[in-house]
């Protein structure tokens, strides 16, 4: 995304029977973009498991917004089905009352 190449993102066929590489792009580009700002860099990514799906955080440097994650759903077969960005979860060490 940051590279402006759609067309080689991988979705789930649900998604694609929605929205082609072409939406996708008018999608970003047009609200996204406007919206938090072009992607300047990577910080860091993390991978979790939620409800069984594999979900990729990539924390970014946006240009108007200092740091979003696009999150990233995979289904079990490694494709996309779901794209979001949203707020950076801050971290935080627990400790345990004693």
Request: glycine share 4%.
């Amino acid at each position: 995304m940051q590279k402006k190449i759609y067309r080689h993102i991988y979705f789930f066929s649900s998604v694609t029977s929605r929205i082609t590489a072409e939406d996708f792009q008018n999608i970003w580009t047009q609200q996204v973009i406007p919206l938090n700002g072009n992607i300047k860099g990577i910080i860091k990514s993390k991978v979790t498991n939620e409800s069984g799906y594999t979900v990729v955080y990539v924390t970014c440097n946006i240009s108007k917004i200092a740091v979003l994650d696009v999150k990233i759903s995979f289904n079990d077969k490694k494709k996309i089905f779901g794209l979001l960005v949203v707020p950076t979860q801050k971290e935080f060490n627990f400790s345990p009352p004693s």
